[in-house]
């Protein structure tokens, strides 16, 4: 076999291994994750908002005082959470959720670079909310 063709199979055989494992399907929510969050810490001067997230990996964007009730998806990548749903009316937007290791989790805004802290609360604080909309 020549030094090419062999080149070529080793560099085949990489790749296939790096797509079988780009594949692969996200983590499932874990128990802990479920549940309503609400925003404990700003570093941007921003009022409160909330959000749920369902074990079936739906993601529940409740917004300012309850202002919302638009659902798209969660799943964990990496031990982080990735959203992601459609805005009526503007478009696809998401967003990464880090857990601190406390029972808190983090986001930074790409806008600002800035943190915001969510707590996870006892129950849903926007029960009966508005009319819902799901991607």
Request: glycine share 12%.
């Amino acid at each position: 076999m020549r030094r090419i063709e062999r080149a070529l199979i080793f560099f085949l055989g990489c790749g296939s291994g790096v797509l079988a494992h780009a594949a692969a399907p996200p983590a499932r929510i874990e128990p802990w994750m479920v549940g309503y969050w609400k925003v404990s810490y700003n570093e941007d001067p921003l009022p409160p908002d909330t959000f749920g997230i369902e074990a079936d990996g739906t993601y529940i964007m409740q917004g300012i005082d309850c202002r919302m009730n638009v659902r798209g998806t969660a799943h964990v990548f990496d031990g982080e959470i990735y959203t992601r749903l459609i805005l009526p009316g503007k478009g696809p937007i998401g967003f990464i959720l880090k857990p601190d290791g406390q029972g808190s989790l983090t986001f930074t805004s790409t806008r600002t670079q800035r943190n915001a802290t969510y707590s996870k609360l006892a129950g849903n604080p926007c029960s009966g909310g508005p009319t819902e909309h799901r991607q």
